[in-house]
């Protein structure tokens, strides 16, 4: 193992590098505290979903997992805040649960357009 995928409270996440042990970098959309933070590799490692969740909102955002470089910003899946989230290790998919009592399965790639 290499790197690790972090979340946190701030509204980042981060990539690091394991052996060299330092952060390659964050991704985020600015300062802005939330009450939950997750964030998973997607489609073979190629990008990170990540989730923000504050009491009354939550979606999933889509960065370049090579850059850190935002893909999407809101993918529109959820008005509420995501409380589970997991990509599939054999295809490009990515399941969300959500506090308003919907789970999503969606392709990452249909979405980033590739």
């Not at 330092?22 to 964030?39: I, K, L, N």
């Not at 997991?86 to 649960?97: A, C, E, K, Y």
């Amino acid at each position: 193992m290499r790197y690790l995928l972090s979340s946190g409270a701030d509204n980042k996440h981060r990539l690091w590098d394991v052996r060299q042990g330092q952060e390659v970098f964050a991704m985020g959309f600015g300062v802005r505290s939330c009450d939950y933070s997750t964030a998973v590799f997607a489609a073979n490692e190629r990008y990170v979903a990540s989730s923000n969740n504050n009491a009354r909102q939550g979606d999933v955002s889509l960065f370049d997992a090579h850059t850190g470089s935002p893909v999407f910003m809101k993918l529109g899946l959820h008005t509420a805040p995501v409380l589970a989230m997991d990509s599939s290790p054999v295809d490009r998919t990515l399941i969300t649960g959500c506090d308003d009592e919907k789970a999503r399965y969606i392709s990452v790639e249909d979405r980033a357009g590739t």
